[in-house]
C-alpha cells in the first residue's frame, strides 16, 4: 500500500524496462515481446500462517486469470449465437466484441498457464515453495536470483512453447 501498488490502476505498474523496452525491443526487432510489471510485494510478517498464506496470495494470480478467461468464454458463446444468427451482427459491434472476448481468452489462459511455471520469478514458484517441506523450500528460494536468467532460457529455448501451446491449441 505504501508504494502506491494496491490499485487496479495500470499506469503505477508500468516497469519502465519491462512494461516498456523489452516488449518495444522484441516488437521491433521481430522476435519474442516479453515484458513484466512492478511486482506487488508481500510483507510475510504480516501474515498470520506466512507459508500457506503466501502460496494462496500467489495463487491468486493465476486464479484471476482463469476467472477472467471464464468470462471471456461465457461472452463468446453468448454472441456468437448472435454472430453467426443475425444479419444485422455482421454489421454491428458483434464481430469486434467476438475477436475482443476471444483473444482475451486466450490471453489470459497464456498468462495463468505462464505464472504457474514453477521458477521463482513467477506465482508458480511460490506456489511451489509453499508447497514443499521447509528444507526444499529453502533450496527452490537459493534459486530466485538466477530465476530470471533461468525464465529467459526457458522461454528462447523453447520449452515454454511446448507446454504453452498444446493448451492454447486445446483452448482454441
Not at 57 to 63: E, F, K, Q, S, T
Not at 81 to 101: C, K, N, Q, W, Y
Request: aromatic content about 10%; hydrophobic content about 55%; glycine content about 10%.
Amino acid at each position: 500500500r505504501a508504494l502506491g501498488r494496491v490499485s487496479l490502476n495500470p499506469l503505477v505498474h508500468i516497469d519502465p524496462i519491462g512494461t516498456i523496452l523489452f516488449p518495444l525491443i522484441g516488437f521491433v526487432s521481430g522476435g519474442m515481446v516479453f515484458g513484466w510489471a512492478k511486482p506487488v510485494p508481500v510483507n510475510t510478517l504480516n501474515l498470520k500462517r506466512p507459508r500457506q498464506d503466501h502460496l494462496l496470495i500467489a495463487a491468486a494470480g493465476p486464479v484471476s486469470n482463469l476467472v477472467q478467461a471464464a468470462f471471456c468464454l461465457g461472452g463468446l458463446y453468448l454472441f456468437q449465437g448472435l454472430f453467426e444468427t443475425s444479419v444485422i451482427a455482421a454489421h454491428s459491434v458483434v464481430p469486434p466484441l467476438f475477436r475482443m472476448l476471444y483473444v482475451g481468452l486466450m490471453l489470459n489462459v497464456l498468462l495463468a498457464v505462464f505464472n504457474l511455471f514453477p521458477i521463482p520469478p513467477l506465482d508458480g514458484g511460490w506456489i511451489l515453495q509453499g508447497l514443499l517441506p521447509e528444507n526444499l523450500a529453502g533450496l527452490v528460494d537459493s534459486i530466485r536470483p538466477y530465476g530470471f536468467m533461468l525464465l529467459l532460457l526457458l522461454l528462447f529455448s523453447g520449452v515454454f512453447h511446448s507446454v504453452i501451446g498444446p493448451v492454447l491449441l486445446f483452448v482454441e
